[in-house]
């Protein structure tokens, strides 16, 4: 079983040494994609090495076990460890063993409520970090938007002049036009925002 598992073992990791090759030297999407597309790629690339180069050793020990405490495979073992836990009880109380958990299984309960406390306390501890990271991308986001509506209004200012220096466009005003020419008060629609929301 092990001899045919080998050679599959081997192609794949040879396979994936291939690929992460190809995703370095940017082959695969030096073809592809455009070159704004890459330097974004590699901004976020580089947001994320930065978020995750602040992470301490015991947060990252956490967080690896909270995805294993979270992945399938340990609610295999836990099943599987329960049901085995009372089978041998069960089978220990019968033939007069020592030491024997029996019901309701305090020492099981003792163990499930530990290990139920870890995880919950190592889910928090990531999900605290998420938050942190999640609120720095919402910030940039704020900030990318409001440059981009700047950069529109001061676009739609210039289309505006121009329009009124044509002599055929001269005389004809465009209300639409100057409203949206106009710089958005991020102040005052924070404040709207608010009211809003309090009058529900």
Same mark, same amino acid.
């Given at each position: 079983?092990?001899?045919?598992?080998?050679?599959?073992?081997?192609?794949?990791?040879?396979?994936? @040494?291939? /690929?992460?090759?190809?995703?370095?030297?940017?082959?695969?999407? =030096?073809?592809? #994609?455009? !070159?704004? %597309?890459?330097?974004?790629?590699?901004?976020?690339?580089?947001?994320?090495?930065?978020?995750? @180069?602040? /992470?301490?050793?015991?947060?990252?020990?956490?967080?690896?076990? =909270?995805?294993? #405490?979270? !992945?399938? %495979?340990?609610?295999?073992?836990?099943?599987?460890?329960?049901?085995?836990?009372?089978?041998?009880?069960?089978?220990?109380?019968?033939?007069?063993?020592?030491?024997?958990?029996?019901?309701?299984?305090?020492?099981?309960?003792?163990?499930?409520?530990?290990?139920?406390?870890?995880?919950?306390?190592?889910?928090?501890?990531?999900?605290?970090?998420?938050?942190?990271?999640?609120?720095?991308?919402?910030?940039?986001?704020?900030?990318?938007?409001?440059?981009?509506?700047?950069?529109?209004?001061?676009?739609?200012?210039?289309?505006?002049?121009?329009?009124?220096?044509?002599?055929?466009?001269?005389?004809?005003?465009?209300?639409?036009?100057?409203?949206?020419?106009?710089?958005?008060?991020?102040?005052?629609?924070?404040?709207?925002?608010?009211?809003?929301?309090?009058?529900?």
């Amino acid at each position: 079983m092990n001899v045919a598992i080998a050679p599959w073992r081997v192609q794949n990791s040879d396979a994936l @040494a291939r /690929i992460f090759r190809a995703m370095a030297t940017e082959q695969t999407t =030096s073809t592809n #994609l455009p !070159s704004s %597309a890459k330097e974004n790629l590699e901004v976020l690339s580089r947001f994320k090495d930065g978020e995750e @180069a602040q /992470i301490s050793g015991l947060q990252l020990a956490i967080e690896r076990i =909270s995805r294993f #405490l979270g !992945s399938p %495979a340990y609610f295999a073992f836990a099943v599987v460890f329960i049901g085995l836990w009372i089978a041998v009880n069960a089978f220990g109380m019968r033939h007069g063993w020592r030491h024997v958990d029996a019901p309701p299984f305090f020492w099981l309960q003792g163990w499930v409520s530990c290990n139920a406390l870890l995880l919950t306390v190592a889910v928090l501890i990531r999900q605290n970090r998420m938050a942190q990271v999640a609120e720095h991308r919402a910030h940039l986001a704020l900030q990318i938007n409001l440059l981009t509506e700047q950069k529109v209004t001061k676009t739609l200012q210039i289309i505006d002049e121009l329009r009124r220096d044509l002599p055929t466009l001269r005389g004809r005003p465009d209300a639409e036009v100057t409203e949206m020419s106009k710089p958005a008060d991020t102040h005052a629609l924070m404040h709207a925002i608010k009211q809003k929301q309090e009058d529900r």
